[in-house]
Every structure is written in C-alpha cells, then in structure tokens.
C-alpha cells in the first residue's frame, strides 16, 4: 500500500505542476485543443478520444462507489474532468480511510 500511496504523491505533483504550467503558457480552455485533436482523425486525437472514456469510466466508478448519492454523483462528475488531479487525492484518502484494506478502497462501503 504504502508504494501506490507514493505512487499517488508523486504523479499528483507531476501532473500538478506540468498542468500549472501548460496552462500558464496556453491558456485553461483545454476544450477547443482537445475537440480539434479528435476531430482531425490523428493519433494525438485517438489519445484524447481515449483519455475522455477514461475520464468518464473513472467518474461513473466514483459515483457508484458512493451509491449514486447527489454528493457521489458530485464527485463523479468532478473525477469526470479532473482526471488525476482529482483520483489521485481521492485514492490516497481513499487507502487510509480503508486501512489499506484494497477491497474496501475500491468498493467502498458495500
């Protein structure tokens, strides 16, 4: 447990960074950027098609996790957009609300 909760810190301080600074550089609208990716058919494109599935597998598990309740749901849709910056400080709560126990880190209370 304790690798991915390093795991965890360190790709959050990755991604954090990196994204402070692209979006310094380049403004925080990512929509337009990642629309003209896939609509142009490349493998930039496929990339980003397949992220978003991803971005919302990640929220729809969240949401589920919590039941469907209005604030699972929330959280869903924050996951849904927040990508790691969002499921990596999740995760990390996550493993010590659970004790290290993955079954009820990935499950939730079921």
Do not use: C
């Not at 790709?11 to 629309?35: K, R």
């Not at 609509?39 to 980003?48: K, S, V």
């Amino acid at each position: 447990m304790m690798g991915l909760r390093i795991y965890l810190i360190a790709f959050f301080a990755m991604f954090a960074i990196y994204t402070l600074l692209v979006g310094s550089a380049h403004g925080w609208n990512l929509a337009p950027f990642a629309i003209a990716e896939i609509a142009a058919l490349t493998w930039p494109g496929q990339f980003t098609l397949d992220f978003s599935a991803y971005l919302v597998l990640s929220g729809l598990w969240v949401a589920w996790r919590h039941n469907f309740t209005p604030a699972g749901i929330a959280l869903g849709l924050i996951a849904s957009v927040g990508g790691i910056l969002f499921l990596a400080p999740y995760l990390l709560y996550a493993s010590f609300q659970a004790n290290g126990d993955v079954k009820t880190m990935v499950l939730g209370n079921r």
